[in-house]
């Protein structure tokens, strides 16, 4: 019993700490069930990079700015990634059921990884929907501490980073989809 007063108290005190959770209207956290349970959630939004990522086929130039208004779902991943080949697919659901004004999913293949070579990965796995967007020197992933992957990190509409999970996860689980869903209804009001 001491226990599960303890995780409610523990758990009100990071609602009132984190205002990306007190926007969502839901407690985030209590949403997190199998792989989202290595979801980190920040207790305070943070900072993301400037630095700009290649637009896939033009070779064009943007950077998460280009993003706000909306949560982004940041899933730096890589061809020979053999996590990432799992992963893909559930992000792809995850973007068609919920994708739109208020939330996409931003794929960026980090480090070498040939244009060619993404649109080859994104057939063999059926992938139509998601960006093939490239870091190839990593700067961005760099400035934002990505040290191994895959790792996604979801950003509020302010810009902020305000959770992260490293290594795979299944995004079209139960657990991911309500804690999207959470977040999109809370940008809807």
């Known amino acids: 019993m001491k226990k599960i007063i303890l995780a409610l108290v523990y758990t009100a005190l990071c609602l009132g700490a984190n205002p990306a959770l007190a926007d969502a209207g839901e407690d985030i956290l209590l949403l997190r069930d199998g792989d989202m349970k290595k979801l980190v959630v920040h207790e305070s939004p943070q900072s993301t990079s400037t630095a700009a990522f290649m637009l896939e086929d033009d070779g064009g130039e943007t950077t998460l700015e280009a993003y706000r208004g909306k949560y982004v779902l940041l899933n730096f991943w890589a061809t020979w990634c053999a996590p990432c080949r799992t992963e893909m697919p559930h992000l792809s659901a995850l973007q068609k059921d919920f994708g739109g004004e208020k939330f ?21 796995v059926g ?23 895959p790792v996604t990190v979801l950003i509020d509409p302010q810009g902020r980073e305000i959770a992260r999970l490293q290594g795979d996860a299944d995004w079209n689980s139960a657990s991911a989809r309500a804690i999207i869903k959470t977040l999109i209804e809370d940008a809807e009001s």
């Open 104 to 124: 996409e999913v931003l794929t960026l293949a980090t480090g070498r990884n040939s244009a060619e070579g993404i649109k080859r990965f994104f057939a063999e």
């Open 127 to 149: 992938i139509d929907n998601l960006p093939r967007h490239q870091d190839p020197r990593k700067a961005l992933a760099s400035q934002m501490g990505i040290a191994a992957i």
